[in-house]
C-alpha cells in the first residue's frame, strides 16, 4: 500500500518568513495530492491540491510544488501569519472521488509562526 | 455551513460497553465514506471504506468485529466501538464523498473509555 513520509515534523518561523513542508509517497499510482490544516480538536480542513498532471499550483499565499518522477511534493506558505499556526498533513490517494478517495496521510508537522 | 455531520462530538464510556457514532451528509448522496481513527498528536490513520450497500472494506489490523461499520443509506453511515477499552479512547473522524463530489470530514468524535 501506499506510503507517506512528512518532514519536518515541527517548524517554527518568523512572522513574515516562509515555512516548506515537504513529503514523499511510495506508489506511483498515486495521482491526488492533498494539504490539509488541522487546528487543535477540530476537522482537516483542505487547503490546496494538485493532481499529477500539474507540477505547480499557487493560490495566494499557498503553493505545492510536485515531482511525480522523484514521488515528493511540497507545500509553500510564503507570509506566514501567527494564524497560520497549526498542524498540516499531507496526504496521497489514486484520485478524487468515490474510493479513489482513499487517503493515506503524512505524520503531520506542526506549525508555530512566531509574532 | 457543514456538509457532513458526525454525532456525537463527545462521548465517554465505561470500559466493556459499546459507542455508537454517526455519520450524515446532509446535503449530498455520499456512496463512500471513510472512517479515521486519530491519536493525540499523531495523524489520521484510515479504518476502513464503506461504500453504501457494501460491506466495509478494513485497513490491515482493525479488527471488523470491534469495529462495526453500517451504511445503510446514502446520507448515514455508522460506526460502533463494541467492547470499548481504554486503549480505544481517539478522535474518530469520518469523511465523505460521491463519483463527483469533493471530500468532506465531519466534526470527530472525542470518545473517552474510562
Known amino acids: 500500500g501506499e506510503n507517506v513520509e512528512q518532514h519536518p515534523s515541527t517548524l517554527s518561523v518568523q512572522e513574515g518568513d516562509s515555512a516548506v513542508i515537504k513529503c514523499t509517497y511510495s506508489?506511483?499510482?498515486?495521482?491526488?495530492f492533498p494539504w490539509y490544516k488541522q487546528e487543535l480538536g477540530k476537522r482537516p480542513q483542505l487547503i490546496i491540491d494538485?493532481?499529477?498532471?500539474?507540477g505547480e499550483k499557487k493560490d495566494q499565499r499557498i503553493a505545492v510544488t510536485l515531482n511525480k518522477t522523484a514521488k515528493h511534493f511540497s507545500l509553500h506558505i510564503t507570509e506566514t501569519q501567527p494564524e497560520d499556526s497549526a498542524v498540516y498533513f499531507c496526504?496521497?490517494?489514486?484520485?478524487?472521488?468515490?474510493?479513489?478517495?482513499?487517503?493515506?496521510f503524512g505524520k503531520g508537522t506542526l506549525l508555530t509562526v512566531n509574532p | 455551513g457543514a456538509v457532513v455531520s458526525q454525532h456525537p462530538s463527545r462521548v465517554i464510556c465505561k470500559s466493556g460497553t459499546s459507542v455508537k457514532i454517526e455519520c450524515r451528509s446532509l446535503?449530498?448522496?455520499?456512496?463512500?465514506m471513510f472512517w479515521y481513527r486519530q491519536f493525540p498528536k499523531q495523524s489520521l490513520m484510515l479504518m476502513a471504506t464503506?461504500?453504501?450497500?457494501?460491506?466495509?472494506?478494513?485497513e490491515q489490523g482493525v479488527e471488523k468485529d470491534k469495529f462495526l461499520i453500517n451504511h445503510a443509506s446514502l446520507t448515514l453511515s455508522t460506526l460502533t466501538v463494541t467492547s470499548a477499552h481504554p486503549e480505544d479512547s481517539s478522535f474518530y473522524i469520518c469523511?465523505?464523498?460521491?463519483?463527483?463530489?469533493?471530500?468532506?470530514f465531519g466534526n470527530g468524535t472525542r470518545l473517552t473509555v474510562t
Open positions: 494538485i493532481r499529477s498532471n500539474v
Open positions: 446535503d449530498f448522496q455520499a456512496t463512500t
Open positions: 506508489d506511483s499510482a498515486s495521482n491526488y
Open positions: 469523511s465523505a464523498t460521491s463519483t463527483n463530489s469533493p471530500l468532506h
Open positions: 496526504a496521497a490517494s489514486l484520485d478524487s472521488g468515490g474510493s479513489n478517495y482513499k487517503l493515506t
Open positions: 464503506s461504500n453504501e450497500g457494501s460491506k466495509a472494506t478494513y
